[in-house]
Protein backbone atom coordinates (compact mmCIF):
# COMPACT_ATOMS: atom_id res chain seq x y z
CA UNK A 1 0.00 0.00 0.00
CA UNK A 2 2.84 2.50 0.96
CA UNK A 3 4.87 1.46 -1.96
CA UNK A 4 4.01 2.10 -5.67
CA UNK A 5 5.88 -0.46 -6.48
CA UNK A 6 5.87 -4.12 -4.96
CA UNK A 7 9.23 -4.67 -6.74
CA UNK A 8 10.93 -1.66 -5.26
CA UNK A 9 10.75 -3.31 -1.80
CA UNK A 10 10.05 -7.12 -2.30
CA UNK A 11 11.83 -7.96 -5.42
CA UNK A 12 10.97 -11.73 -5.51
CA UNK A 13 7.08 -11.41 -3.94
CA UNK A 14 5.58 -11.86 -7.09
CA UNK A 15 7.49 -15.38 -7.08
CA UNK A 16 6.36 -16.56 -4.30
CA UNK A 17 2.78 -15.45 -4.95
CA UNK A 18 3.52 -17.36 -8.17
CA UNK A 19 4.22 -20.68 -6.08
CA UNK A 20 1.44 -20.38 -3.45
CA UNK A 21 -1.37 -22.04 -5.70
CA UNK A 22 0.92 -24.54 -6.59
CA UNK A 23 1.87 -25.22 -2.48
CA UNK A 24 -1.94 -25.24 -1.59
CA UNK A 25 -2.72 -27.09 -4.44
CA UNK A 26 -0.62 -30.25 -3.50
CA UNK A 27 -2.66 -30.71 0.03
CA UNK A 28 -4.79 -32.90 0.85
CA UNK A 29 -8.29 -32.25 0.18
CA UNK A 30 -10.65 -31.07 2.57
CA UNK A 31 -7.15 -30.61 5.17
CA UNK A 32 -5.14 -27.83 3.54
CA UNK A 33 -3.30 -26.92 6.05
CA UNK A 34 -3.51 -29.63 8.76
CA UNK A 35 -0.11 -30.87 9.97
CA UNK A 36 0.68 -34.66 9.99
CA UNK A 37 -0.49 -36.80 12.59
CA UNK A 38 1.51 -37.76 15.46
CA UNK A 39 1.55 -41.46 16.64
CA UNK A 40 2.13 -41.79 20.48
CA UNK A 41 3.55 -44.69 22.15
CA UNK A 42 1.97 -46.10 25.56
CA UNK A 43 5.14 -45.70 27.90
CA UNK A 44 5.60 -42.43 26.53
CA UNK A 45 3.17 -40.51 28.70
CA UNK A 46 4.51 -42.36 32.05
CA UNK A 47 7.85 -41.14 30.79
CA UNK A 48 6.78 -38.01 30.71
CA UNK A 49 4.92 -37.98 34.43
CA UNK A 50 8.20 -39.56 35.75
CA UNK A 51 10.36 -36.43 34.66
CA UNK A 52 7.82 -33.77 35.73
CA UNK A 53 7.82 -35.27 39.19
CA UNK A 54 11.58 -35.07 39.04
CA UNK A 55 12.12 -31.89 37.77
CA UNK A 56 9.47 -31.00 40.71
CA UNK A 57 11.69 -32.20 43.65
CA UNK A 58 13.95 -29.22 45.23
CA UNK A 59 16.90 -29.45 47.08
CA UNK A 60 17.06 -27.01 50.04
CA UNK A 61 20.20 -25.19 50.46
CA UNK A 62 21.26 -26.54 54.13
CA UNK A 63 20.40 -23.70 56.84
CA UNK A 64 23.66 -21.25 57.87
CA UNK A 65 24.48 -20.65 61.54
CA UNK A 66 24.35 -16.87 62.08
CA UNK A 67 24.28 -14.29 59.52
CA UNK A 68 27.53 -12.45 58.99
CA UNK A 69 25.85 -9.07 57.66
CA UNK A 70 23.35 -6.98 58.99
CA UNK A 71 21.00 -7.40 56.10
CA UNK A 72 20.43 -11.02 54.92
CA UNK A 73 17.70 -13.93 53.70
CA UNK A 74 15.97 -14.84 56.59
CA UNK A 75 15.62 -18.20 54.98
CA UNK A 76 18.85 -19.19 55.03
CA UNK A 77 19.23 -19.40 58.58
CA UNK A 78 17.81 -21.09 61.40
CA UNK A 79 14.81 -18.79 63.38
CA UNK A 80 16.28 -17.56 66.49
CA UNK A 81 14.51 -18.80 69.74
CA UNK A 82 14.96 -17.38 73.10
CA UNK A 83 14.13 -17.64 76.49
CA UNK A 84 10.98 -16.31 78.36
CA UNK A 85 12.73 -13.43 80.34
CA UNK A 86 15.37 -12.41 77.31
CA UNK A 87 11.82 -12.63 75.19
CA UNK A 88 9.88 -9.96 77.89
CA UNK A 89 12.77 -8.18 78.29
CA UNK A 90 13.38 -7.69 74.04
CA UNK A 91 9.62 -6.47 74.46
CA UNK A 92 9.91 -3.68 76.80
CA UNK A 93 12.92 -2.49 75.25
CA UNK A 94 11.27 -2.55 71.72
CA UNK A 95 8.05 -0.97 73.49
CA UNK A 96 10.65 2.15 74.77
CA UNK A 97 12.26 2.45 71.23
CA UNK A 98 8.63 2.33 69.03
CA UNK A 99 7.20 4.78 71.54
CA UNK A 100 3.51 2.21 71.91
CA UNK A 101 1.75 1.62 74.72
CA UNK A 102 2.75 0.18 77.80
CA UNK A 103 -0.21 -0.67 78.67
CA UNK A 104 -0.50 -3.55 75.47
CA UNK A 105 -1.40 -6.98 75.31
CA UNK A 106 1.00 -9.91 75.41
CA UNK A 107 0.01 -12.64 72.95
CA UNK A 108 0.96 -16.28 72.62
CA UNK A 109 1.09 -18.85 70.58
CA UNK A 110 1.43 -22.59 72.07
CA UNK A 111 1.37 -25.35 69.71
CA UNK A 112 0.10 -28.86 70.74
CA UNK A 113 0.81 -32.21 70.04
CA UNK A 114 -2.70 -33.58 69.38
CA UNK A 115 -1.43 -36.87 67.84
CA UNK A 116 -2.55 -40.13 69.70
CA UNK A 117 -0.97 -43.77 69.22
CA UNK A 118 -3.55 -45.13 66.76
CA UNK A 119 -3.43 -42.49 64.04
CA UNK A 120 -6.37 -40.22 65.42
CA UNK A 121 -6.00 -36.80 66.93
CA UNK A 122 -7.54 -35.23 69.75
CA UNK A 123 -10.71 -32.65 69.15
CA UNK A 124 -9.93 -28.96 69.58
CA UNK A 125 -11.20 -28.02 72.65
CA UNK A 126 -12.10 -24.69 74.96
CA UNK A 127 -11.25 -24.07 78.51
CA UNK A 128 -11.01 -21.38 81.23
CA UNK A 129 -8.46 -20.78 83.27
CA UNK A 130 -8.05 -18.73 86.40
CA UNK A 131 -4.33 -17.06 86.14
CA UNK A 132 -2.81 -16.40 89.51
CA UNK A 133 -1.82 -12.63 88.17
CA UNK A 134 -4.82 -10.67 86.56
CA UNK A 135 -3.75 -8.21 83.87
CA UNK A 136 -6.79 -6.79 82.92
CA UNK A 137 -9.59 -5.43 85.49
CA UNK A 138 -12.99 -6.27 82.39
CA UNK A 139 -15.29 -8.79 84.16
CA UNK A 140 -17.47 -11.45 82.37
CA UNK A 141 -21.08 -11.89 82.42
CA UNK A 142 -22.38 -14.84 84.19
CA UNK A 143 -25.49 -16.30 84.61
CA UNK A 144 -26.27 -18.62 87.33
CA UNK A 145 -29.10 -21.41 86.68
CA UNK A 146 -30.84 -22.12 90.17
CA UNK A 147 -34.59 -22.36 91.73
CA UNK A 148 -32.99 -22.34 95.38
CA UNK A 149 -33.39 -18.87 97.03
CA UNK A 150 -30.71 -18.81 99.25
CA UNK A 151 -28.71 -20.09 96.32
CA UNK A 152 -29.45 -17.23 94.31
CA UNK A 153 -28.90 -14.61 97.03
CA UNK A 154 -25.21 -16.21 97.63
CA UNK A 155 -24.87 -16.11 93.34
CA UNK A 156 -25.84 -12.24 93.54
CA UNK A 157 -23.24 -11.52 96.32
CA UNK A 158 -20.68 -12.92 94.33
CA UNK A 159 -21.36 -10.95 91.12
CA UNK A 160 -23.60 -12.60 88.88
CA UNK A 161 -24.60 -10.59 86.11
CA UNK A 162 -28.51 -12.80 86.18
CA UNK A 163 -29.67 -15.33 88.30
CA UNK A 164 -33.08 -17.30 87.75
CA UNK A 165 -34.82 -20.60 86.67
CA UNK A 166 -36.93 -22.15 84.19
CA UNK A 167 -38.42 -18.75 83.17
CA UNK A 168 -34.94 -17.41 81.66
CA UNK A 169 -35.03 -20.30 78.98
CA UNK A 170 -37.43 -18.28 76.59
CA UNK A 171 -35.84 -14.99 76.79
CA UNK A 172 -32.50 -16.98 76.42
CA UNK A 173 -34.03 -18.75 73.37
CA UNK A 174 -35.41 -15.38 71.87
CA UNK A 175 -31.89 -13.59 72.81
CA UNK A 176 -33.24 -11.49 74.98
CA UNK A 177 -30.50 -12.11 77.23
CA UNK A 178 -27.06 -12.41 76.89
CA UNK A 179 -23.80 -13.30 78.56
CA UNK A 180 -20.65 -14.47 78.30
CA UNK A 181 -21.16 -17.50 80.46
CA UNK A 182 -23.74 -19.77 81.86
CA UNK A 183 -23.41 -21.97 85.30
CA UNK A 184 -25.73 -24.41 87.17
CA UNK A 185 -26.72 -26.47 89.58
CA UNK A 186 -26.89 -30.25 89.11
CA UNK A 187 -30.98 -30.43 90.20
CA UNK A 188 -31.85 -27.86 87.30
CA UNK A 189 -29.99 -29.79 84.53
CA UNK A 190 -32.72 -31.88 83.51
CA UNK A 191 -34.82 -28.87 83.31
CA UNK A 192 -32.33 -26.97 81.04
CA UNK A 193 -32.60 -29.57 78.00
CA UNK A 194 -34.36 -26.90 75.29
CA UNK A 195 -31.05 -24.63 75.45
CA UNK A 196 -28.61 -27.26 74.67
CA UNK A 197 -28.52 -26.83 71.06
CA UNK A 198 -28.78 -22.67 71.72
CA UNK A 199 -25.54 -22.64 74.11
CA UNK A 200 -23.69 -25.53 72.72
CA UNK A 201 -20.31 -25.16 74.31
CA UNK A 202 -21.52 -22.77 76.82
CA UNK A 203 -24.04 -25.32 78.04
CA UNK A 204 -23.35 -26.07 81.65
CA UNK A 205 -21.12 -28.94 82.11
CA UNK A 206 -18.89 -30.53 84.89
CA UNK A 207 -15.70 -30.94 82.09
CA UNK A 208 -15.87 -27.18 81.88
CA UNK A 209 -16.64 -26.79 85.74
CA UNK A 210 -19.43 -24.69 85.11
CA UNK A 211 -21.83 -27.71 86.81
CA UNK A 212 -21.84 -27.79 90.64
CA UNK A 213 -22.77 -26.73 94.30
CA UNK A 214 -19.67 -24.20 94.70
CA UNK A 215 -21.48 -20.79 93.34
CA UNK A 216 -19.18 -18.67 94.69
CA UNK A 217 -15.83 -20.82 93.10
CA UNK A 218 -17.58 -21.15 89.22
CA UNK A 219 -18.20 -17.37 89.34
CA UNK A 220 -14.70 -16.86 90.35
CA UNK A 221 -13.77 -18.79 87.77
CA UNK A 222 -15.77 -17.40 84.57
CA UNK A 223 -15.98 -13.78 85.98
CA UNK A 224 -12.09 -13.36 86.26
CA UNK A 225 -10.67 -16.23 84.19
CA UNK A 226 -9.35 -16.98 80.41
CA UNK A 227 -10.87 -17.98 78.13
CA UNK A 228 -8.75 -19.94 75.28
CA UNK A 229 -10.01 -22.29 72.24
CA UNK A 230 -7.53 -24.45 70.12
CA UNK A 231 -7.67 -23.51 66.64
CA UNK A 232 -5.85 -24.76 63.32
CA UNK A 233 -6.40 -28.39 65.26
CA UNK A 234 -3.52 -27.54 67.46
CA UNK A 235 -2.33 -24.29 68.53
CA UNK A 236 -3.79 -21.94 71.36
CA UNK A 237 -3.52 -17.94 70.61
CA UNK A 238 -4.34 -16.44 73.65
CA UNK A 239 -2.87 -12.86 75.41
CA UNK A 240 -1.04 -13.89 79.24
CA UNK A 241 -0.08 -10.27 79.97
CA UNK A 242 0.85 -6.54 79.44
CA UNK A 243 4.13 -5.53 78.99
Do not use: C
Not at 120 to 145: E, G, I, S, W
Amino acid sequence: VLAPRRGWIFPALDQRLAAAPALVSSAPPGRPYAAAAKTTKKGSQKTKQEETKKKQVTRRRPLMSKPVDDVYLTWYYERPSYDVEEAVGMLKKFQELDFTNPKQYVYINVFLDMALQKKKKLDPFANTVLLPYRFTDDVNKVLVFTENEQEAEIARENGAAVVGGVELIKWILEDEIQVDFYVAVPEIMPKLIPLRNKLRRKYPSTKRNSLGHDIPKMLQLFREGLDYTVEDERVIKTRIARV
